[in-house]
């Protein structure tokens, strides 16, 4: 820039801005702002998430409100919306968080109160990262040892089927894993664009993800009365309608399910494995909750075994994703943000790009990395921590398949509520009926007759739960989502003040 056009930044360029674009409001002027509503990305506009949205943002107002001495129908604010499980009062494993200590604070190595496997856990991990401490960066695709670790704990639990342990990245929790995914797999425009097939109901991270990066919700039906089955003729119907208007390319599933509670056969996973290799899909499989399975009759298979058992034409065709978390089964650990995804037949130059892709983000964190760890490489029969080990384990599922079956036999005792068997993950999503005259409120208020439902709820009692139409529903039928997590007796009060809120809405709308 020559001295002639060079710019004085003199107090009236400073308050007008260089080209004189201000504007004024309430007698103050200001400069017309980059970033508005207008000029922001319009995917992001489109996000929703309702497991954190309007509901629970009105549930932090009121815990304000009860602090101030703001007078309420209830003392409390019990947040039944979310699958937080330490912060609904689930006790840590104490192995793992011993691990965790003596990685965070390595001088506690020299305390004899630790036993002996603790840390020589430990020492194994900090080994493995950098100088030695939890704080340095990791490879992106995560420490290599973590990765053999993970590994090895796949093929125990897919009986001694091979897994490389290239094929893992680890990930902050398992959502991460999937977003990462969809990035590689959505492209194109107008009729070329990636469709993703996702349950209703479903996570809305998957609705969420799908909004901001512009591709296509194709989405397939639940079957609410066959205790949320997944029926292959309704993938079937879904994937033709969409085929009118964008290219389907994958095939989300999550299973035991979110936040339907559905446990899925293994006839049933043989089904959608044959539906996505016939339709060429990718499939992803979010098996985040793959411990939580309470129901007599139920067990958790995971798509990659199965998968394999089904023989070469599938097992060398099918392009799999699968994702674990730290966050869900016995541990529920979720602040740590430890994950993995497992990805099988992925075309080696896509690899190579996803490798790529994480890099951007440097590594998912390291702790969460070492509590992983652990989870896949806990105590041996021989090990001085094994009998605390799998007593706590022990006690903590079947603490929850306790719950799982005391929260579907209350809420089945109340008239206009229908909820189906919790077979698995750690959510009840029944459905409610709702008179015309609250439908006819909800609507005036511009808001989800379920919407409607779960604020009254929220402020005439203090339980937050989460709308069913933040999930997805079929036309006409409400839900809401909540979780089994609180400790069994706040449960048992949880429960009641639901039972005794709908009969009085029925009372009042009727």
Request: charged share 25%.
């Amino acid at each position: 820039m020559t001295k002639s056009n060079q710019i004085r930044f003199t107090p009236e360029i400073l308050r007008k801005g260089i080209h004189g674009d201000t504007m004024t409001e309430n007698g103050c002027e200001y400069r017309e702002r980059v970033l508005t509503m207008d000029t922001m990305n319009p995917n992001v506009k489109r996000v929703e998430y309702a497991v954190r949205g309007p509901i629970v943002q009105r549930a932090v107002q009121i815990e304000r409100e009860l602090k101030m001495g703001i007078k309420k129908p209830f003392t409390e604010v019990i947040r039944a919306n979310i699958g937080d499980c330490h912060a609904m009062g689930q006790k840590p494993i104490t192995f793992f968080r011993q691990v965790l200590a003596l990685c965070s604070y390595p001088d506690l190595l020299e305390d004899g109160k630790f036993p002996e496997d603790a840390k020589s856990r430990a020492r194994r991990i900090l080994q493995a990262c950098g100088g030695g401490s939890l704080g340095a960066y990791s490879t992106s695709q995560g420490i290599e040892m973590i990765r053999q670790d993970i590994a090895r704990y796949i093929e125990r639990r897919d009986g001694g089927i091979t897994c490389d342990p290239d094929n893992i990245y680890l990930s902050t929790g398992a959502s991460d894993a999937i977003v990462t995914m969809l990035k590689l797999l959505v492209s194109g425009e107008g009729m070329s664009r990636t469709g993703v097939m996702i349950s209703i109901p479903q996570y809305p991270l998957y609705s969420a993800t799908l909004a901001e990066l512009g591709a296509v919700q194709i989405s397939y039906y639940l079957d609410e009365d066959n205790c949320w089955s997944l029926d292959i003729s309704e993938l079937r119907r879904a994937l033709q309608e969409a085929k009118k208007h964008c290219s389907p390319r994958a095939l989300c599933i999550i299973n035991p399910g979110n936040p339907t509670g559905q446990v899925q056969s293994r006839q049933c996973i043989e089904g959608v494995i044959r539906f996505a290799a016939a339709e060429k899909l990718f499939l992803m499989a979010d098996e985040v909750y793959q411990d939580n399975v309470y129901a007599d009759g139920c067990k958790f298979h995971s798509f990659k075994k199965v998968l394999f058992e089904m023989g070469l034409e599938y097992s060398e065709k099918v392009e799999l994703a699968s994702f674990h978390s730290t966050s869900k089964c016995y541990m529920g650990e979720c602040g740590f943000r430890g994950g993995y995804m497992e990805v099988v037949n992925l075309d080696p130059e896509v690899k190579v790009q996803l490798t790529k892709l994480v890099s951007v983000r440097l590594c998912p964190p390291v702790p969460g990395q070492a509590l992983l760890d652990v989870v896949v490489n806990p105590p041996q029969p021989d090990e001085p921590s094994y009998d605390t080990f799998i007593k706590e384990r022990t006690d903590t599922l079947a603490t929850l398949a306790e719950k799982a079956n005391m929260t579907q036999e209350i809420l089945n005792q109340v008239p206009g509520i229908k909820c189906n068997p919790v077979q698995g993950a750690m959510y009840t999503f029944p459905r409610i009926h709702l008179p015309p005259k609250a439908i006819l409120e909800a609507k005036e208020k511009e808001q989800t007759p379920d919407m409607f439902y779960c604020m009254k709820l929220l402020e005439e009692t203090g339980i937050c739960l989460v709308p069913g139409s933040g999930f997805g529903q079929r036309d006409g039928t409400y839900h809401f989502r909540m979780t089994i997590l609180p400790p069994k007796e706040k449960l048992k009060i949880v429960l009641a003040k639901i039972k005794e809120f709908h009969q009085h809405f029925m009372a009042q709308y009727s």
